[in-house]
């Protein structure tokens, strides 16, 4: 592979990852956006918001479902994260709060 083949592939593979970045956060602002929904109705209703069942049902089905090449453990932590950053978004907008 020459210098200038190997520039056009490197360059390639980051348009690539910026696609699947910008994937990422649309995806991860929708999830967000559902979850706000869903707690609205969960508070109009009276019941908890937070489900820690339903949480440790989602860990356990993303790494059921997990391909690789990332770790299980890692992308059980990294949607931990998501699911504790929206939370907080949640708790930090106030809007579910008797």
């Known amino acids: 592979m020459t210098d200038a083949e190997r520039q056009a592939k490197v360059q390639e ?5 910026d696609e699947v ?3 990422l956060i649309r995806a991860l602002s929708e999830r967000a956006q559902i979850v706000q929904d869903l707690a609205r109705i969960k508070f109009e ?3 908890p918001i937070f489900d820690p069942k339903r ?3 989602i ?3 993303v790494v059921e479902q997990n391909p690789g090449p990332i770790y ?4 059980r932590e990294i949607f931990e ?3 504790h ?3 907080d978004l949640e708790i930090q907008r106030g809007e579910f709060q008797r």
Do not use: N, T, Y
């Not at 299980?72 to 992308?75: E, G, I, P, R, T």
């Open 13 to 17: 593979l980051r348009e690539r990852v």
């Open 21 to 23: 970045d910008l994937e």
């Open 45 to 47: 209703a009276g019941v």
């Open 55 to 57: 949480e440790e049902e």
């Open 59 to 61: 860990l356990r089905r």
């Open 72 to 75: 299980d453990s890692s992308m």
């Open 81 to 83: 994260l998501i699911l």
């Open 85 to 87: 950053r929206i939370r």
